[in-house]
Protein backbone atom coordinates (compact mmCIF):
# COMPACT_ATOMS: atom_id res chain seq x y z
CA UNK A 1 0.00 0.00 0.00
CA UNK A 2 1.40 3.43 -0.81
CA UNK A 3 2.21 5.66 2.66
CA UNK A 4 1.79 9.27 2.00
CA UNK A 5 4.43 11.22 3.58
CA UNK A 6 4.65 14.46 4.32
CA UNK A 7 7.53 16.36 3.60
CA UNK A 8 9.29 17.33 6.82
CA UNK A 9 12.06 20.18 7.60
CA UNK A 10 15.33 19.44 8.83
CA UNK A 11 14.58 17.65 12.42
CA UNK A 12 14.95 21.39 15.08
CA UNK A 13 14.75 19.47 18.18
CA UNK A 14 15.88 16.54 19.71
CA UNK A 15 12.19 15.26 19.77
CA UNK A 16 11.74 15.88 16.32
CA UNK A 17 15.09 13.82 15.78
CA UNK A 18 13.53 11.12 17.77
CA UNK A 19 9.98 11.23 16.04
CA UNK A 20 12.21 11.05 12.80
CA UNK A 21 14.37 7.94 14.02
CA UNK A 22 10.79 6.42 15.38
CA UNK A 23 9.42 7.30 11.93
CA UNK A 24 12.15 5.44 9.71
CA UNK A 25 11.55 2.27 12.21
CA UNK A 26 7.74 2.30 11.56
CA UNK A 27 8.63 1.20 8.04
CA UNK A 28 10.14 -1.98 8.92
CA UNK A 29 7.02 -2.99 10.42
CA UNK A 30 4.85 -1.77 7.96
CA UNK A 31 6.68 -3.36 5.28
CA UNK A 32 7.02 -6.40 7.49
CA UNK A 33 2.98 -6.33 8.27
CA UNK A 34 3.00 -9.08 11.39
CA UNK A 35 6.59 -10.05 10.19
CA UNK A 36 7.95 -7.29 13.13
CA UNK A 37 11.35 -7.08 12.94
CA UNK A 38 11.96 -7.50 16.76
CA UNK A 39 14.94 -5.36 16.80
CA UNK A 40 12.58 -2.70 15.01
CA UNK A 41 9.64 -3.84 17.79
CA UNK A 42 11.82 -3.27 20.79
CA UNK A 43 13.63 0.10 19.38
CA UNK A 44 9.66 1.50 18.60
CA UNK A 45 9.21 0.26 22.41
CA UNK A 46 11.83 2.53 23.48
CA UNK A 47 10.44 5.42 21.39
CA UNK A 48 6.94 5.18 23.13
CA UNK A 49 7.40 7.34 25.71
CA UNK A 50 7.79 9.87 22.95
CA UNK A 51 4.96 8.80 21.06
CA UNK A 52 3.35 9.25 24.13
CA UNK A 53 4.15 12.66 24.56
CA UNK A 54 2.98 13.30 21.24
CA UNK A 55 -0.21 11.72 21.25
CA UNK A 56 -1.36 13.54 24.49
CA UNK A 57 -0.38 16.96 24.63
CA UNK A 58 0.23 18.16 28.01
CA UNK A 59 -3.02 20.28 29.65
CA UNK A 60 -4.67 19.61 25.73
CA UNK A 61 -8.11 17.54 26.72
CA UNK A 62 -8.42 14.21 24.75
CA UNK A 63 -11.07 13.87 22.01
CA UNK A 64 -13.14 11.75 24.41
CA UNK A 65 -12.89 13.96 27.64
CA UNK A 66 -13.99 17.37 25.31
CA UNK A 67 -16.88 15.61 23.60
CA UNK A 68 -17.76 14.01 27.16
CA UNK A 69 -18.18 17.83 28.38
CA UNK A 70 -21.10 17.88 25.89
CA UNK A 71 -22.53 14.70 27.23
CA UNK A 72 -21.12 13.20 24.21
CA UNK A 73 -18.64 10.42 23.05
CA UNK A 74 -15.61 10.31 20.28
CA UNK A 75 -14.81 6.95 18.91
CA UNK A 76 -12.75 5.46 16.56
CA UNK A 77 -12.71 2.00 14.15
CA UNK A 78 -9.83 -0.14 15.03
CA UNK A 79 -8.14 -3.16 14.33
CA UNK A 80 -7.65 -5.71 17.15
CA UNK A 81 -4.13 -6.93 15.16
CA UNK A 82 -2.16 -3.15 16.13
CA UNK A 83 -3.70 -3.56 20.20
CA UNK A 84 0.51 -4.63 20.38
CA UNK A 85 1.57 -1.87 19.00
CA UNK A 86 2.61 0.58 21.86
CA UNK A 87 1.75 4.09 20.57
CA UNK A 88 -1.64 2.71 18.75
CA UNK A 89 -3.14 1.18 22.02
CA UNK A 90 -2.14 4.24 24.05
CA UNK A 91 -3.71 6.37 21.42
CA UNK A 92 -6.80 4.54 21.04
CA UNK A 93 -6.87 4.16 25.42
CA UNK A 94 -6.32 7.71 25.64
CA UNK A 95 -8.25 9.62 23.31
CA UNK A 96 -11.10 7.56 22.97
CA UNK A 97 -14.21 6.57 24.68
CA UNK A 98 -15.86 4.35 22.23
CA UNK A 99 -14.71 1.69 19.48
CA UNK A 100 -15.64 0.42 16.76
CA UNK A 101 -14.06 -2.71 14.86
CA UNK A 102 -13.02 -1.44 11.53
CA UNK A 103 -13.28 -5.20 10.01
CA UNK A 104 -13.32 -7.63 12.55
CA UNK A 105 -16.94 -8.34 13.38
CA UNK A 106 -17.87 -8.44 9.67
CA UNK A 107 -19.13 -11.85 8.03
CA UNK A 108 -16.18 -12.87 6.18
CA UNK A 109 -14.14 -12.48 9.55
CA UNK A 110 -16.22 -14.27 12.05
CA UNK A 111 -17.61 -16.88 9.60
CA UNK A 112 -14.98 -17.40 6.58
CA UNK A 113 -16.25 -21.13 6.59
CA UNK A 114 -20.08 -22.25 6.81
CA UNK A 115 -20.03 -23.07 10.98
CA UNK A 116 -16.87 -22.22 11.73
CA UNK A 117 -16.33 -19.56 13.47
CA UNK A 118 -13.77 -17.31 14.61
CA UNK A 119 -14.39 -15.09 17.11
CA UNK A 120 -10.84 -14.17 17.81
CA UNK A 121 -10.24 -10.89 16.46
CA UNK A 122 -14.02 -9.37 17.68
CA UNK A 123 -13.10 -10.90 21.28
CA UNK A 124 -9.72 -9.01 21.40
CA UNK A 125 -11.68 -6.09 20.24
CA UNK A 126 -14.70 -5.69 22.96
CA UNK A 127 -12.10 -7.20 25.76
CA UNK A 128 -9.59 -3.79 24.78
CA UNK A 129 -12.79 -1.70 24.96
CA UNK A 130 -14.46 -3.26 28.31
CA UNK A 131 -10.94 -3.10 30.23
CA UNK A 132 -11.14 0.41 29.34
CA UNK A 133 -14.49 1.10 29.92
CA UNK A 134 -14.90 1.97 26.03
CA UNK A 135 -18.90 1.81 24.47
CA UNK A 136 -18.50 -0.25 21.45
CA UNK A 137 -20.31 0.81 17.77
CA UNK A 138 -20.72 -3.20 17.07
CA UNK A 139 -20.45 -2.89 13.36
CA UNK A 140 -21.91 -4.83 11.19
CA UNK A 141 -24.10 -7.36 11.07
CA UNK A 142 -26.41 -6.77 7.50
CA UNK A 143 -24.53 -5.94 4.83
CA UNK A 144 -23.55 -6.79 0.95
CA UNK A 145 -19.90 -6.40 1.38
CA UNK A 146 -17.25 -8.27 3.28
CA UNK A 147 -19.47 -11.71 2.69
CA UNK A 148 -17.64 -14.82 2.53
CA UNK A 149 -17.92 -16.85 -1.21
CA UNK A 150 -19.99 -19.94 0.59
CA UNK A 151 -22.41 -17.43 1.34
CA UNK A 152 -22.62 -14.99 -1.98
CA UNK A 153 -22.04 -18.05 -4.23
CA UNK A 154 -24.87 -20.54 -2.13
CA UNK A 155 -27.27 -21.04 -4.22
CA UNK A 156 -29.89 -20.63 -1.12
CA UNK A 157 -33.86 -20.28 -1.58
CA UNK A 158 -34.66 -16.84 -0.28
CA UNK A 159 -36.51 -19.26 3.31
CA UNK A 160 -32.72 -20.00 3.56
CA UNK A 161 -31.50 -16.72 3.07
CA UNK A 162 -33.54 -15.25 5.69
CA UNK A 163 -32.81 -18.01 8.11
CA UNK A 164 -28.69 -17.54 7.63
CA UNK A 165 -29.54 -13.36 8.20
CA UNK A 166 -31.40 -13.86 11.37
CA UNK A 167 -29.13 -16.77 12.56
CA UNK A 168 -26.12 -15.30 12.01
CA UNK A 169 -27.37 -12.07 13.85
CA UNK A 170 -28.76 -14.13 16.83
CA UNK A 171 -24.97 -15.87 16.88
CA UNK A 172 -23.07 -12.54 16.85
CA UNK A 173 -25.14 -9.91 18.63
CA UNK A 174 -26.45 -12.88 21.18
CA UNK A 175 -22.61 -13.63 21.73
CA UNK A 176 -21.72 -10.12 22.64
CA UNK A 177 -25.14 -9.31 24.66
CA UNK A 178 -25.01 -6.47 27.00
CA UNK A 179 -21.75 -5.52 25.96
CA UNK A 180 -22.42 -3.63 22.75
CA UNK A 181 -23.64 0.11 23.07
CA UNK A 182 -25.05 0.27 19.35
CA UNK A 183 -25.03 -2.22 16.55
CA UNK A 184 -24.96 -0.96 12.95
CA UNK A 185 -27.51 -3.74 11.92
CA UNK A 186 -28.07 -2.73 8.60
CA UNK A 187 -25.40 -1.28 6.40
CA UNK A 188 -25.45 0.56 3.33
CA UNK A 189 -29.29 -0.26 2.29
CA UNK A 190 -29.47 2.49 -0.54
CA UNK A 191 -27.46 3.28 -4.03
CA UNK A 192 -26.85 7.12 -4.64
CA UNK A 193 -30.08 7.55 -6.45
CA UNK A 194 -31.84 6.73 -3.06
CA UNK A 195 -33.01 2.80 -4.98
CA UNK A 196 -32.51 -0.36 -2.52
CA UNK A 197 -29.53 -1.81 -3.05
CA UNK A 198 -29.51 -5.09 -4.68
CA UNK A 199 -27.89 -7.82 -2.39
CA UNK A 200 -28.71 -11.55 -1.15
CA UNK A 201 -30.51 -9.75 1.76
CA UNK A 202 -32.73 -7.81 -0.64
CA UNK A 203 -33.24 -10.39 -3.48
CA UNK A 204 -34.76 -12.81 -1.20
CA UNK A 205 -37.01 -10.72 1.06
CA UNK A 206 -37.64 -7.31 -0.72
CA UNK A 207 -37.47 -4.44 1.68
CA UNK A 208 -39.13 -6.50 4.72
CA UNK A 209 -35.30 -7.58 5.44
CA UNK A 210 -34.76 -5.04 7.05
CA UNK A 211 -37.07 -5.00 10.01
CA UNK A 212 -36.43 -8.67 9.83
CA UNK A 213 -32.82 -7.86 11.13
CA UNK A 214 -33.88 -5.25 13.34
CA UNK A 215 -36.18 -7.62 15.14
CA UNK A 216 -33.79 -10.87 15.26
CA UNK A 217 -31.14 -7.91 16.57
CA UNK A 218 -33.65 -6.73 19.65
CA UNK A 219 -33.90 -10.27 20.54
CA UNK A 220 -30.38 -11.08 20.52
CA UNK A 221 -29.72 -7.88 22.31
CA UNK A 222 -32.23 -6.11 24.14
CA UNK A 223 -30.26 -3.76 25.41
CA UNK A 224 -27.72 -2.58 22.01
CA UNK A 225 -28.79 0.60 20.12
CA UNK A 226 -30.17 -0.94 16.76
CA UNK A 227 -28.95 1.38 13.81
CA UNK A 228 -29.16 1.89 9.83
CA UNK A 229 -25.81 3.20 8.73
CA UNK A 230 -24.91 4.64 5.31
CA UNK A 231 -22.75 6.72 2.98
CA UNK A 232 -23.51 9.83 1.38
CA UNK A 233 -26.54 10.62 3.96
CA UNK A 234 -25.32 13.57 5.31
CA UNK A 235 -26.58 16.12 2.97
CA UNK A 236 -30.24 16.46 1.14
CA UNK A 237 -30.13 13.72 -1.94
CA UNK A 238 -32.31 11.30 -3.17
CA UNK A 239 -30.15 8.53 -0.92
CA UNK A 240 -30.89 10.70 2.52
CA UNK A 241 -34.13 11.27 1.34
CA UNK A 242 -34.69 7.20 0.89
CA UNK A 243 -33.15 6.55 4.30
CA UNK A 244 -35.28 8.98 6.22
CA UNK A 245 -38.61 7.57 4.77
CA UNK A 246 -37.40 4.14 5.56
CA UNK A 247 -36.52 5.62 8.91
CA UNK A 248 -39.77 7.05 9.11
CA UNK A 249 -41.59 4.02 7.71
CA UNK A 250 -39.76 1.65 10.22
CA UNK A 251 -40.91 3.89 13.36
CA UNK A 252 -44.92 4.06 12.00
CA UNK A 253 -44.23 0.47 12.11
CA UNK A 254 -42.96 -0.06 15.12
CA UNK A 255 -40.06 -1.64 14.11
CA UNK A 256 -36.86 -1.74 16.47
CA UNK A 257 -34.71 1.14 15.19
CA UNK A 258 -33.06 3.54 18.04
CA UNK A 259 -30.51 5.34 15.55
CA UNK A 260 -29.27 6.51 12.18
CA UNK A 261 -25.97 6.29 11.31
CA UNK A 262 -24.05 9.03 8.88
CA UNK A 263 -20.63 7.63 7.82
CA UNK A 264 -19.35 10.83 6.74
CA UNK A 265 -16.53 9.56 4.22
CA UNK A 266 -15.83 13.42 3.64
CA UNK A 267 -13.05 15.13 1.09
CA UNK A 268 -11.67 18.59 2.54
CA UNK A 269 -13.36 21.62 1.56
CA UNK A 270 -16.44 19.56 0.98
CA UNK A 271 -18.57 19.05 4.46
CA UNK A 272 -22.20 19.59 3.13
CA UNK A 273 -23.47 23.10 4.59
CA UNK A 274 -26.61 21.43 5.81
CA UNK A 275 -24.97 18.69 8.09
CA UNK A 276 -26.88 19.99 10.99
CA UNK A 277 -30.27 20.41 9.54
CA UNK A 278 -30.05 16.76 7.60
CA UNK A 279 -29.26 15.47 11.45
CA UNK A 280 -32.09 17.21 13.15
CA UNK A 281 -33.97 16.24 10.50
CA UNK A 282 -33.58 12.54 11.40
CA UNK A 283 -33.67 13.03 15.20
CA UNK A 284 -36.87 14.73 14.57
CA UNK A 285 -38.01 11.09 13.96
CA UNK A 286 -37.28 10.28 17.37
CA UNK A 287 -34.13 8.33 16.44
CA UNK A 288 -30.40 8.99 18.14
CA UNK A 289 -27.92 10.12 15.54
CA UNK A 290 -24.10 9.81 15.15
CA UNK A 291 -21.17 10.34 12.71
CA UNK A 292 -20.19 6.54 12.44
CA UNK A 293 -17.07 6.43 10.41
CA UNK A 294 -15.61 9.89 9.71
CA UNK A 295 -12.31 10.68 7.66
CA UNK A 296 -11.72 14.03 5.71
CA UNK A 297 -9.22 13.09 2.80
CA UNK A 298 -7.08 15.39 1.68
CA UNK A 299 -5.05 14.90 -1.88
CA UNK A 300 -1.57 13.84 -0.89
CA UNK A 301 0.68 14.88 0.27
CA UNK A 302 -1.04 17.12 2.62
CA UNK A 303 0.24 20.71 3.09
CA UNK A 304 -0.40 23.31 5.56
CA UNK A 305 -2.81 24.59 3.70
CA UNK A 306 -5.00 21.39 2.94
CA UNK A 307 -4.54 20.56 6.60
CA UNK A 308 -5.84 23.91 7.85
CA UNK A 309 -8.77 23.02 5.77
CA UNK A 310 -9.51 19.91 6.81
CA UNK A 311 -9.11 20.75 10.40
CA UNK A 312 -12.22 23.53 9.99
CA UNK A 313 -13.93 20.26 8.58
CA UNK A 314 -13.69 18.50 11.54
CA UNK A 315 -14.51 21.81 13.78
CA UNK A 316 -17.33 21.81 11.19
CA UNK A 317 -18.31 18.31 12.15
CA UNK A 318 -18.12 18.29 15.69
CA UNK A 319 -20.38 22.11 15.79
CA UNK A 320 -22.62 19.83 13.72
CA UNK A 321 -23.47 17.11 16.44
CA UNK A 322 -22.73 19.38 19.15
CA UNK A 323 -26.37 21.54 17.71
CA UNK A 324 -28.31 18.43 17.46
CA UNK A 325 -29.20 17.11 20.70
CA UNK A 326 -29.92 13.56 20.06
CA UNK A 327 -26.30 13.46 17.99
CA UNK A 328 -24.71 10.78 20.27
CA UNK A 329 -21.61 11.30 19.22
CA UNK A 330 -18.57 11.24 16.71
CA UNK A 331 -16.42 8.17 15.67
CA UNK A 332 -13.48 8.38 12.87
CA UNK A 333 -12.96 5.88 11.06
CA UNK A 334 -9.34 4.46 12.23
CA UNK A 335 -7.23 6.81 14.36
CA UNK A 336 -3.96 7.55 12.89
CA UNK A 337 -3.21 8.25 8.95
CA UNK A 338 -0.88 5.19 9.76
CA UNK A 339 -3.35 2.60 9.40
CA UNK A 340 -6.60 4.33 7.20
CA UNK A 341 -8.35 2.99 4.77
CA UNK A 342 -8.43 6.00 2.65
CA UNK A 343 -5.07 5.52 0.35
CA UNK A 344 -6.29 2.38 -1.10
CA UNK A 345 -9.67 2.65 -1.77
CA UNK A 346 -9.16 6.74 -2.99
CA UNK A 347 -6.15 7.23 -4.98
CA UNK A 348 -4.62 10.38 -4.62
CA UNK A 349 -5.81 10.70 -1.49
CA UNK A 350 -4.71 9.96 2.15
CA UNK A 351 -3.86 12.10 5.96
CA UNK A 352 -8.03 11.76 6.75
CA UNK A 353 -7.69 10.98 10.25
CA UNK A 354 -7.09 13.90 12.98
CA UNK A 355 -3.73 11.85 14.12
CA UNK A 356 -0.42 11.30 11.48
CA UNK A 357 1.16 8.14 10.72
CA UNK A 358 4.05 9.08 13.58
CA UNK A 359 0.74 9.36 16.08
CA UNK A 360 1.24 13.33 16.55
CA UNK A 361 -1.94 15.26 16.58
CA UNK A 362 -2.90 17.30 13.30
CA UNK A 363 -4.46 20.50 13.43
CA UNK A 364 -7.94 18.39 13.04
CA UNK A 365 -7.33 17.01 16.31
CA UNK A 366 -6.92 20.75 17.92
CA UNK A 367 -9.84 22.14 15.88
CA UNK A 368 -11.81 18.70 16.90
CA UNK A 369 -11.02 19.58 20.66
CA UNK A 370 -11.51 22.96 20.49
CA UNK A 371 -15.02 22.59 18.70
CA UNK A 372 -16.01 20.55 21.57
CA UNK A 373 -15.09 22.84 24.47
CA UNK A 374 -16.23 25.96 22.86
CA UNK A 375 -18.66 27.91 25.06
C1 LIG B 1 -13.70 -0.61 5.14
C2 LIG B 1 -12.45 -0.92 5.93
O1 LIG B 1 -11.95 0.26 6.47
C3 LIG B 1 -11.42 -1.59 5.05
O2 LIG B 1 -10.32 -2.03 5.82
C4 LIG B 1 -12.04 -2.78 4.32
O3 LIG B 1 -11.09 -3.30 3.40
C5 LIG B 1 -13.27 -2.35 3.57
O4 LIG B 1 -14.19 -1.74 4.47
N1 LIG B 1 -18.20 1.83 4.96
C6 LIG B 1 -18.25 0.92 5.97
C7 LIG B 1 -16.99 0.30 6.48
O5 LIG B 1 -19.32 0.72 6.54
O6 LIG B 1 -17.20 -1.00 6.97
C8 LIG B 1 -15.92 0.30 5.44
O7 LIG B 1 -14.71 -0.17 6.04
C9 LIG B 1 -15.74 1.68 4.87
C10 LIG B 1 -17.00 2.16 4.20
Known amino acids: MWQPRTARPAARTLQEAVWRVAGLLR ?6 GRR ?16 AAAAAPAGEPTLQSAAASTGRYFGAALDPDHFDEKAYA ?17 WDAVEPRRGDFDWDRADRLVAFARARGQKIRGHNLVWHSQLPAWLTRGPFAPAEVRELMTDHIAREAGRYRGAIYAWDVVNEPFTDDGRWRQSIWYDAMGADYVAIALRAARAADPDAKLYINDYNVETESPKMRALYDLAAALKRAGAPIDGVGLQAHFVAGHIPSDLRAVMQKFAALGVDVAITELDVRVRTPPDAKSLAVQAADYAAVVAACRAVKRCVGVTTWGITDDYSWIPSFFAGYGAALP ?9 AYFAAVRAWTAP
Open 355 to 363: FDEDYRPKP
Open 90 to 106: KLATEQLGAVTPENAMK
Open 27 to 32: CARNDA
Open 36 to 51: LVSSCAALTAAFSLTF
